[in-house]
């Protein structure tokens, strides 16, 4: 998507209701199939830089900062279309991931589940890690 | 899904990373046709309830309390399948929704978008509220 008028943009990060550490979640969607990717975490900035520049940012707790999802993996999500939801708590981004959206290599981070009563990995490694982090 | 052995709930349970209040959060999503209806938030015992009933149940942060979703309304969602991510701190669950997610009367919480390059609600109420809730 072409990047809204800033007005759109402080429109949009003033309805949001941010928890008290300036946070709010936001689920990747892949836009086409519909797969749930990840679950991580925008604060204003990152709304503001992921509609500035089209692409997923969101606000990293563990190192934090912003996180240009792909920097240094390369596996960048495209933003398609920014949603949030009605008590104004949650984003839903609709993306188009490049690669992978998992550190592990797997396509969505949900591959953990309990399947006929057991604890499985549902989805398999498809990139190595490794690869995709240069060590 | 029929129930897991307790052993199972138990290890799941201790598999996740619950935040400093004791909750992690819980996407839900249309089994078949992928669409993302909610976020809400999960406890252990949330997540206890929702494995042995085989239906989504949240823990209300609002009420303070265990929520059924579709105890008031009706919309219950039917548990497909429970998973979680990498990190073990965000659930996903596979259901099967019963009318609509959404207290708006909408079939999910997700209405809000900014398309074109304006904010724009994107999805019609198809159950009037007053309904859901009897009022």
Not at 75 to 97: G, P, S
Not at 109 to 127: H, M, Q, S
Request: with cysteine; aromatic share 8%.
């Amino acid at each position: 998507m072409s990047a809204p008028a800033s007005e759109t943009i402080d429109g949009v990060i003033a309805e949001i209701a941010f928890d008290k550490d300036g946070l709010v979640p936001a689920i990747a969607q892949q836009h086409d199939t519909g797969e749930v990717l990840m679950l991580a975490w925008m604060d204003r900035e990152a709304i503001r830089a992921t509609l500035v520049e089209g692409r997923a940012i969101y606000y990293s707790r563990s190192r934090g900062r912003l996180w240009r999802k792909g920097e240094e993996s390369g596996q960048v999500q495209t933003l398609i279309e920014f949603r949030w939801d009605c008590d104004n708590d949650c984003v839903l981004l609709q993306v188009d991931q490049t690669g992978v959206a998992c550190h592990t290599g797997r396509r969505s981070c949900f591959f953990n589940a309990v399947r006929d009563g057991k604890v499985t990995t549902i989805a398999e490694v498809v990139v190595d890690p490794e690869i995709l982090y240069h060590r």
